[in-house]
């Protein structure tokens, strides 16, 4: 039987609003000809589902709002196989959600209200601490309220749980919190702002990699989107090239890599192992519509990784 390692997710959970145009709009400009659809989306939400497809036993530990939109939430994710039961409901709160516009290129610009997902206290936290206690990784990021999430990771480390933190939306981080850090997942413009640097040149983001590891994170991952991945671990920088797709939605896609990543860590495999599984499950949820319908299965992401020379255990 293959073993399903235990995630919890700290984040939320949102109703994703999407508008597909030739082009994103600029200020004050209207583009018609726009296609609608509604989905499932929140950066803990879409990392749950990533890590649970990709093999995961997964939590996640979220509000939302009295409302249908946050019934829906609950339900999808429960249907997903994601245990719901710290999904706390806020009366009197709406759910979050994210306002999406994609171009043809599959490239976005979001609009996000968070909702009920800045109702997300440490109280909730401490409610699920035998959760947590129990994982083999914790997964936080930072479209919940900062001082919960700095509560959490404080609290992971207390229980001795490694944690993958996505500081997204990005914004600046006590030093001590960087050291708490097993592995710390930027895109290059949250790279830029915690590290203080334009990121201009390639070589920019391999010293910002080894700034972060420097404050302590034990792990760096930089995404560059079809670039690919830098990381760096063990002193070590590592490149990860994008695999060859193309695109028609890239929402989510970082969710994709954080999710699976953190699914594979805790698995057992090696950080490269581990990123080249995470990076082939990100090319692939490119390929389709949506956050959280394009996140890949484990088998899909099995057979990509053969057809392009290699497959993890």
Known sequence: MIKRPRIVVIGSANTDMVVRLPRIPKIGETVGEGIFSKSQG????NQSVAASRAGGDVT???CVGEDPFGQGAINSLAQEGIHVEHMHVIRGVPT?????????FGENATSLAPGANERLSPAHIDAAESCLADAEMILIQLEIPFETAMYSIRAAHRL?????FNPAPARELPRDIIKMVDTLVVNTAEA????????????DR???ARYLHSLG???????MGAKGVLMMDEGEIHTIPAFPVIPVDTTGAGDVICGTLALRLA??????DAMRFASAAASLSVTKHGAQSSAPERLMIHNFLELHGGITG
């Open 267 to 272: 698995h057992g495999d090696t950080m490269k």
């Open 160 to 164: 001795g749980i490694p944690v993958l």
């Open 206 to 208: 391999a010293t910002a």
């Open 217 to 223: 994170a034990r792990r760096v991952v930089i995404s």
């Open 96 to 104: 979050g959600v994210a306002l999406i516009t994609v171009d043809r």
């Open 42 to 45: 929140g950066k803990g939400a």
């Open 192 to 203: 830029a702002l915690l590290c203080k640097m334009s990121m201009k040149k390639p070589s």
């Open 60 to 62: 996640l530990v979220a």
